[in-house]
Structures are given as C-alpha cells and as structure tokens.
C-alpha cells in the first residue's frame, strides 16, 4: 500500500539549507578517510577528525551487580593511548530505566540518553573532560510536558535542537506515539504525533539535500518491556507492530507518504552522497533488508532487496545497521544468532552478502568509524529481550575491517566488570574541544 499525502515545495529556506547539505555532503566526501566518526549521524553534527579516543557505551543496570543502576560508560578507544581497551569511567543515573539510544547535540557539547521504561532523559556534557562525562541535567516529565508520549526512543540532533521519535503512549501503553522536539537547553518545544494511517514509531533520519525525513515503526511499551518468549508466543500482541515508514517533508514536519514494510522496519540510513537518494532499513521480524528509492516524480518507493539470513530461520531479529561512507558496504547485526552480515551495497537494489561472522551469542549495536577501519559492537537489545538463547553475555567487542574481513582488536566483558548490558556507543575524542573554547560558552551551564 502506498499513500500520498501530497507534496510540498521547497522555498527559499528549503534551497538554501538543500545547498548547506550538499556542500557539507561534498566537504565529508572530499575529506575521505582524514575524517573518524560514527557515519550514522545527523549530518548537522560537526564530525572528528582523527582516531577517536573514546567510546561512551550507554549501558543498562543489571540489578545485584555493581550498583545496579543504568550508567554511561567511557572506553579508551586509541591503540596509542595506555587506556586502549580498558574502562576509563561510569557514571550512574540512579535507577534502572531500560537505558536504550541516545544521541549528541549539534553543538557536540552534550550528549542525551533515555530510559524506554521511566521515559527519563539524561543530558551528559561530554565537552568540558571527554574522558569523563557528566550529567549536568535530567528530564523526568517527559509524558506530561509533552501531551502523553511516553518511550523516547532516538536523539537526533537539529539545528538547535534535539528530535527525539517515541515509542509509545501514556494512555494504553500501545504503540501511537510521536516526533517530540526539545531546545539543547532541555526545554520542550512540540509533539508532533504520527499520523492515523502509521501510528508506531521508532527511528527518523532526515535527508537535508531532499528536505526529507524517514521515520520507521517498532511497537508499544506494553509490548517491548515483555519477556520476548511471553510475547512471541501471545498471538494477538504480535499484531500489535508497525509495518509502515512514513515519508515527511522535513521542514514542514509533514506526512507524506506512507509506505508499507512489513514486520518492524526499525533502523533507517540514508546513503551518504548526495547523489545516492536512496536509504536502506532492516525489517526485524521478517529478516528483509529494504531500500527506499526516490523516483523521478519526486515520490519514493519501498523496494524489498535483500534476505538478512536464511528466510527459514526466522525470525533472528535484524537489529542495528551501519553504511559505510563511502555507500559500498552495509552492516547488518541479528540478534538471535549473534551474527553480523556484511552487504556489498553498490548496487542498492541488489545487495550481495559478502561476509558474515559471529560476533557472540547475541548482538545488538554496530557503530563504525569514518574511515570504516573500525567496527565496535554491544551485545544488549532489551533487558527482557536478552539471553533468550540461554547465553546472556554482556560485551562490548572491537575490531578492524579491510574492506574483506573483521580482525579482533579488544574485547570489554561488562559482566565481569560489574557493569551491566551494553546498548548504544557514540565516538569522543580529547582534543575535539582545543580552539573551540571560544565559541562554547558555559558548557555545563543547561538549567
């Protein structure tokens, strides 16, 4: 099913931010290799330039071990440092609060991570030490500031501001959610909630070139905090998940199209040149990779490309993606079997699966550098998602990537170091901030 909700102009703003796209886009592309980040990021973040010194891995409590609270955790990240592979810092939240995504501001000054259970934020500054985040402010009303939405799900950051898709609501727990925008100052803005036709919500990911935003679909509160063998065995919940990606003029915040892409279509990346005006997304439960392709009318279409594993084994539960810079590989991590599938992705309506490994029993989140010579993994999805294959092992594991194989470099066992299951990382680096003082003001100065 396709629905139109009909399209809107760009106007002068909308040109003038489409050439700020496509001159950022051209500066990444020129820079190649020079440059280190994670790829998957808002492309109005400034980037690193270099290896990148740290990761912050937001990480869930577990409780009776450490303090059993949710806490972000910093690992040394360069081979020519002495903290390579080692913890470097924890810092604690208090309390458990299904610690999930987050993301940086635009500044790069703060980062803000959320609790899918409590719908609590926490906003790091991440400027003033890099090796030693802390958090400077919490937002605990997020239901009531913003109308009832509850489940913040991904941070991602806007001109000013921080976009945060929801999973869920505070008046049934199911899955009608919505887009909310906050300040970087931690004030809320708007609710804007996602439309009849497409209800669920779950990543959303803006294309500043075509004034367009993707957003995809998972399910409710009530659904994602069940035990998952309770849930997959409950017919009638299973119903209870998204199969839609909504198509936005982004400057207007308007729906579109709706597409349809069955069985959770979750992670969402768009293709890194600006000539690429395609983005790929992951169907959970049906282990189909899917390209969204923009036509010459301007529209876009849902294209179904790829098996992510055998189509008899699922489902292994796709999970997290990454695009390399460059448009040519695709990482594709399933959970159930722990694995990561490499896609040669140079033709987008054609992947190739050219490698696949097992990274451990489970697998979750996959973070690559820019240069795509380091891929860091996590094994958490949901703490009551984990260990379903009787193996629950917490890890972040490092390695690197010569465009044919991954090579082991370090190996972090989060339950030996009392510290919980490992979720998002996002990339920190100790000079990032020389010369920018300036320009920074307060860092740590959020009301």
Known sequence: MLSHFGTTGFGSLGRTLAHLGLLFAGVVLAAGSALADETCQSPYMPKLSGQEDYVYVWTLGIEGMGD???????????????????????????????????????DRRHLWVGGLDTSHIFVFDVATDPAKPRLVKTIDDFPEATGGVVGPHGYYALPGRMLIPALSNAKDLGGKTAL?????????????????EAPYGYDARVNATLNRLLTSSFTGHANYMRKLPELMGDAEAMKRFGNEVVVWDF?????????????????????????HEYAFIEAALT???????????????????????????????????????????????????????????????????????????????????????????????????????????????????????????FDIDFRAEKLGRPHLMRFGQLGFWAGRDAAGASVAALP
Not at 77 to 97: E, F, I, L
Not at 180 to 196: A, D, F, K, L, Q
């Open 180 to 196: 909310v925008e906050y300040s970087n100052e931690g004030e809320y803005i708007r609710t804007i909630w996602m439309p009849e």
């Open 287 to 409: 282990g189909k990779l899917w390209g969204v392709f923009r036509k010459p009318d301007g529209s876009f279409e849902a294209v179904e490309v790829a098996d992510i594993g055998p189509p008899e084994a699922q489902p292994l539960l796709a999970v997290d993606i990454s695009i390399s810079s460059d448009d040519k590989f695709l990482f594709v991590d399933t959970f159930m079997d722990g694995k990561v599938r490499v896609f040669d992705i140079e033709n987008p309506r054609a992947p190739k699966l050219i490698y696949e490994r097992k990274i451990g029993a489970q697998v979750n989140m996959v973070s690559q550098s820019w240069d795509g010579k380091r891929i860091y993994f996590t094994s958490s999805l949901l703490a009551n998602w984990d260990g379903v294959g009787g193996n629950d092992e917490q890890f972040l594991r490092a390695f690197t990537w010569d465009g044919k194989a991954l090579s082991p470099t």
């Open 251 to 275: 400057h207007a915040r308007k729906p579109l199209q709706v597409l349809e892409i069955p069985g959770a279509p979750l992670e969402i990346r768009w293709a890194l040149d600006p000539r």
């Open 68 to 106: 059993g609270s949710d806490k972000l955790v910093t690992v040394g990240a360069n081979p020519a440092r002495p903290d390579y592979g080692k913890v470097v810092a924890s810092a604690s939240v208090g309390g458990r609060h299904e610690a999930h995504h987050g993301g940086f501001t635009d």
